[in-house]
Every structure is written in structure tokens, then in C-alpha cells.
């Protein structure tokens, strides 16, 4: 079996693999830089204190990108270190393609940093390993199942003319899926995420399992035949899945193509007072850390909307040049090398006021506490009706199980009357995109029973 040490000094031994293209790429009179990357990912699935699945993947990309004739073009190849000449040649056909819809940016000249590497890059080890069995262990009703994950990556981009930038990242991830069994079945998933497994079993096994046994447990008893109730509560988990849908707005590319419907309001108020949007893939809780984006643009934060006001977007070399705007150091590619996309990295909702968690005096609260997947959505309108899990709390904090839910509105309305939050950030995984938020006080859904609930 290929070890990590080997896979990632294969990673040396290949690094003059992009010589060889921007070569080819000169001979044909282009310009050019090489993309490339070598992935590692660490895989263990526990249940019942048992090890049911442990993998170990090895994967790369290779990504080329020609300027010739005034044109850019673009060539994949699904493995790192791809020397064949093919790759320039197809670029060059794809950049004379392009030409005829747009035109391209010049390269840039400002260059991704070299990076020191970072340490340690997250590993399933043998203590890891037995501390997923450990917390796995049969409590009777309940039944836990955890799914971790390791992923390391090593990137490095070579232009023409220059040495190579390199950089090393990593991310930890554990989803934890529990279930109870009482009067019903109650489940209730989450995922966490960190830079060292250890640190994220570390969350799991402080807080996070022990408060989702609880909620099983009360998802898993009789619902309540009515939902009547006060004041509403989003959990974290359910706000990131509902600001997915609003991402793409943020994005200068749908404003460019007129799907953003925020396209003409910079310097209006989109957003509740105290909120604040900021993608930064370099903070410190970013679990993904990039310095540098998929075309060597260096990454930082850039705020989106400031106290409910719109700031500005998230742009790539070619959307900005075409908008007049800056370049944000939002352009990512994909685990296979792809085109690059404008995405967020790291993308955080924050609002000033913190009205703590959901025991109110004399007030009854629904906590929506899961999402189940989107019944029907909208990324363009921002309108939407999920399925969901919910607890009602008592005044006394008596949690009784709501039932299943339909939870629907406009995720555009919900980012303009949500009053405070609940101090409890969580964070949903799309890709390379992470999007974080706490749990939110809102006065914008609609909520029902679903049939046959």
C-alpha cells in the first residue's frame, strides 16, 4: 500500500512535470502556468464499537492554462503531474473557442506566496481510531454511528518564468449520526469540522454527543399534536443549510449573468442591523485554510454585507475584469482540476446580539433543530420549504418532541428579520465551500405539520 509519506514525496518527484508543459505551451508561442494537486483521504466508519469501513484514497489533478493569440484556455487531466502534450493543444482549442463569447483577462502578475507547510495535516491514527470505537459504544436505546474523515492536500502552481508556489492544507471531519428508539424513531445527524482529528473528537466527545443523545431521545418519544408556540429558533445546522441557497447571490458571476437579485443594491440595507457576511478561507476557524485561491489570487476576507448593508461580492480574475471590480481571491476548482468556479471559501454569518439558547421566560419556543432535506428551493428568488426535526420548549425548559415539520419562507426575507442569536456556531461542508453561522431568532418562517406526521 502507498503510505502518506510516499504519496506526498511522489508529489517531489513530479514537480518537474510542469517544466515539461509550460515548455510545450512556449513552443506553441503561449504563455502558461500548471496547477496541480496531490490528494490523501482517510476514511473510518464506526458503529456498535466496531469498525466497519477504514479506506485510504490517492488522487490528484493536473490543470493548464494558455495564453496565446490574445485568448485562455483551459486542459484537465485527472492525475497529478501530466506531462502529455495534448494537454497545451486542447488548451489552445478551448481559448479560441472562448474568444468568440469573451475576452480573456490578462495574467495577472501579482503571485500566489510560497507557503510554509502546515502542521499537523489531519490523520486517522491508531489513537483516533480507538477513540471512534469508544464513542461508539451501545447505550440500549440509543445507537451511534460516527463517519470520519482526513483529507490532506498539497497544491502547487508553476507559471512560466518563475519558480513554483506550494502550500499544504488539510481538514478533519466527523458526522455523527444518532438514533433512538422509544415510542418512535428519532435521528438527528451533525457534522463537525476542525484542522486535527483530534480536535474534533475532542468537541465530540465534550458536548456535542451527549446533546445529540438528548435530542434523539426526545425526537424518538410521541410528537405534540399541536405546535403552538412564541418565538422561533433556527439551529446553526439549519441556518448554514438554508444559506447555501443564498450564496449564490453573493457571487459576481450571477450578478454578471442577472441571476442575483442583490445585483443593483450595494450600499442598501439587505440584511437585519448586527448582521455581518464574511468569507475569509485564512481566519483561524477556517477548517479548509487556503492562502492563495485556484488561480493564484492571494485569499483574505472580504466582507459581504456589514451591519445589514451590502458591501460587495466575491469575484474571480475574469468576473472582476469584466465588472471593473477587485479581485477577491474567490476562484475555486474542484477536487478534479476543473475550470474554476467563484465560490466562497469560508463564508460566516455573525450578528451582534446574543439572546441566548431556547428557554425563554414565559415564552414557548420552537427549536428547529435539523433540516431534512429541501421539499423545494429556490436560489434565484430565495424562496423555499425544507422538511425538519423540532423541539418545543417549555418556559421551565421541558423539550417535547414537535414532530416532523414543513419549514418554508424566502431566505433573503429571513436575512432581513433575524433579531439576535444563539451563541452556537455550526458549519456545513459543500465541496470546498464552508459556510458557518449560529443559531438564529427570526420572525419570517412559516411553519406546519407535515402530512401524515
Not at 496541480?36 to 493548464?64: I, K, N, P, Y
Not at 482526513?150 to 449520526?177: C, I, M, N
Request: hydrophobic residues 40%.
Amino acid at each position: 500500500m502507498t503510505t502518506s509519506r510516499e504519496h506526498f514525496s511522489g508529489a517531489e518527484a513530479q514537480a518537474g512535470a510542469s517544466d515539461v508543459l509550460l515548455a510545450e505551451a512556449a513552443r506553441h508561442g503561449g504563455d502558461a502556468e500548471v496547477w496541480t494537486a496531490w490528494h490523501e483521504t482517510d476514511e473510518l466508519v464506526c458503529r456498535a464499537a466496531a469498525v466497519e469501513r477504514h479506506s485510504e484514497v490517492f488522487s490528484g489533478a493536473t490543470a493548464l492554462t494558455v495564453w496565446a493569440e490574445g485568448n485562455e484556455g483551459y486542459a484537465v487531466r485527472n492525475t497529478p503531474g501530466a506531462t502529455d502534450p495534448a494537454l497545451v493543444t486542447t488548451a489552445l482549442d478551448i481559448g479560441r473557442v472562448l474568444a468568440a463569447a469573451d475576452a480573456a483577462p490578462a495574467p495577472h502578475v501579482d503571485r500566489a506566496p510560497r507557503t510554509p507547510a502546515a502542521a499537523p495535516l489531519p490523520r486517522i491514527g491508531s489513537d483516533a481510531t480507538a477513540r471512534l470505537r469508544a464513542l461508539t459504544e451501545s447505550t440500549g436505546d440509543v445507537e451511534v454511528e460516527l463517519r470520519a474523515r482526513a483529507d490532506r492536500t498539497r497544491v502547487r502552481l508553476h507559471r512560466a518564468g518563475t519558480g513554483p508556489a506550494e502550500y499544504d492544507t488539510g481538514v478533519a471531519q466527523l458526522f455523527a449520526r444518532v438514533t433512538a428508539r422509544g415510542d418512535g424513531t428519532g435521528y438527528i445527524g451533525h457534522q463537525i469540522f476542525g484542522r486535527t482529528m483530534e480536535g474534533v473528537l475532542d468537541a465530540a466527545e465534550r458536548t456535542e454527543l451527549a446533546e445529540l443523545v438528548g435530542l434523539a431521545r426526545i425526537l424518538a418519544a410521541r410528537p405534540a399534536t399541536a405546535l403552538d408556540h412564541d418565538d422561533v429558533l433556527v439551529d446553526g445546522r439549519v441556518l448554514c443549510r438554508l444559506l447555501t441557497l443564498v450564496a449564490p447571490a453573493f457571487l459576481l458571476d450571477s450578478v454578471l449573468e442577472g441571476r442575483s437579485p442583490l445585483k443593483d443594491s450595494v450600499g442598501e440595507h439587505v440584511a437585519s442591523p448586527g448582521v455581518t457576511l464574511v468569507d475569509d478561507p485564512t481566519a483561524a476557524d477556517s477548517p479548509l485554510p487556503a492562502p492563495w485561491d485556484g488561480e493564484g489570487t492571494p485569499t483574505g476576507p472580504t466582507v459581504l454585507v456589514e451591519n445589514g448593508v451590502l458591501r460587495g461580492f466575491l469575484s474571480s480574475r475574469r468576473t472582476a475584469a469584466e465588472a471593473g471590480a477587485p479581485v477577491t481571491g474567490s476562484a475555486q476548482r474542484g477536487a478534479n482540476g476543473e475550470m474554476t468556479t467563484v465560490q466562497p471559501g469560508h463564508l460566516v454569518l455573525s450578528h451582534t446580539d446574543d439572546l441566548g439558547t431556547e428557554t425563554r421566560a414565559d415564552r414557548t419556543v420552537l427549536h428547529v433543530v435539523q433540516a431534512n432535506g429541501a421539499h423545494t428551493s429556490n436560489p434565484i428568488t430565495g424562496d423555499f420549504s425544507i422538511g425538519a426535526n423540532a423541539v418545543l420548549v417549555s418556559p421551565d425548559g421541558t423539550r417535547r418532541n414537535a414532530g416532523n415539520i414543513t419549514l418554508a419562507g424566502n431566505v433573503f426575507e429571513l436575512l432581513r428579520s433575524i433579531d439576535g442569536h444563539d451563541g452556537r456556531v455550526r458549519v456545513n461542508r459543500s465541496n470546498n465551500s464552508f459556510v458557518a453561522g449560529p443559531g438564529v431568532w427570526t420572525r419570517s418562517l412559516t411553519v406546519g405539520h407535515q402530512e401524515g406526521a
